[in-house]
């Protein structure tokens, strides 16, 4: 596959990790960690279904999965919540089953596959379902740093800093640059937001 951003001299005068927070240079370094799994080059595209066949992960859609109670699945199809996605805990063989909402495009499913392989890769414990008391309604429990940490180390993986700095410092628009990566023009915006990088041109 030939690189999306071929010029050598604009990959030489850019650092691997951006000049940004430390959590987000920390994020940066795992996506790498990540993407070393396929031995990628960083202008090359992550394919998560790829990535989660080498690490032992199987992926089914909501519309396959029987068994549900009845709380779980409002829960889940439940359009105002807007679930994406989510990975059973570890079973009796070790693996695990990361579950996908098939109403939603490619490149979401992308960002929801690699975030729910990263809480598998950094040991996040799985949300659960809370019943709640009395009347009110069931909730998913959530936790923001957890939920960040694994979103942003997947965007990273998706989307490495090195190579969308390049690409953006060749006037590559935002669209052009989401789908070489097979992701989401939210996604990319996403990443310039916390990585600091702005268009060469409006």
């Not at 999306?4 to 940004?20: G, H, V, W």
């Not at 987000?24 to 990628?40: A, D, H, K």
């Not at 190579?163 to 023009?185: M, N």
Request: hydrophobic fraction near 40%; aromatic fraction near 6%.
């Amino acid at each position: 596959m030939r690189a999306f951003c071929d010029n050598k001299e604009c990959s030489d005068q850019l650092s691997y990790l951006p000049a940004t927070t430390s959590k987000f240079r920390q994020y940066e370094q795992f996506g790498l960690r990540v993407r070393s799994f396929l031995n990628l080059g960083i202008h090359h595209r992550l394919d998560p279904v790829q990535l989660a066949d080498v690490i032992g992960v199987k992926i089914l859609t909501l519309d396959a999965v029987s068994g549900l109670s009845c709380e779980a699945k409002q829960i889940l199809s439940d359009a105002s919540l807007g679930w994406s996605g989510g990975a059973t805990p570890e079973l009796p063989d070790g693996s695990r089953i990361v579950i996908l909402n098939p109403s939603q495009s490619p490149g979401r499913q992308a960002a929801t596959l690699m975030e729910e392989i990263c809480h598998i890769l950094l040991g996040h414990r799985p949300s659960q379902i809370v019943q709640a008391a009395g009347a009110g309604q069931n909730h998913r429990n959530y936790n923001d740093s957890i939920e960040e940490e694994a979103y942003s180390t997947g965007a990273a993986a998706l989307v490495p800093y090195r190579s969308l700095a390049c690409d953006l410092s060749r006037g590559r628009s935002i669209g052009s640059i989401a789908k070489h990566f097979g992701v989401t023009q939210s996604l990319i915006r996403y990443r310039m937001r916390v990585l600091h990088l702005t268009l060469l041109s409006a």
